[in-house]
């Protein structure tokens, strides 16, 4: 049975810094990331990470966010700098199960960003 269990999210002002961890549990994980949604919005890709450490980003992120997994303990950060107003959102961990390419959804963190 896989579980993900999201921390890390909160309010912080405009320019401060978040980390948001996501530790999966009870199966291997090909790909892990994070999507966000805004109220009123669709959920958009922030950033994804393979097994072995590939990366990808949003164009709004990159340069600001860094996506990070450690594979040993089944867990995938988000190191998020500079933020901004824009960024408030829901903030998702997703991931993809090693060979049944299965998706799954974390309940999802508030990170709200104050001007």
């Known amino acids: 049975q896989v579980q993900l269990v999201e921390s890390g999210g909160g309010l912080v002002q405009a320019g401060g810094s978040l980390r948001l961890s996501c530790a999966a549990s009870?199966?291997?994980?090909?790909?892990m990331g994070w999507y966000r949604q805004a109220p009123g919005k669709q959920r958009e890709l922030v950033a994804g990470i393979t097994r072995s450490g590939s990366t990808n980003y949003a164009d709004s992120m990159a340069g600001r966010f860094t996506i990070s997994r450690d594979n040993a303990k089944n867990t995938v950060y988000l190191q998020m700098n500079s933020l901004k107003p824009e960024d408030t959102a829901v903030y998702y961990c997703n991931v993809e199960e090693w060979g049944t390419k299965k998706p799954y959804w974390g309940q999802g963190t508030q990170v709200t960003v104050s001007s």
């Open positions: 009870g199966s291997i994980f090909s790909f």
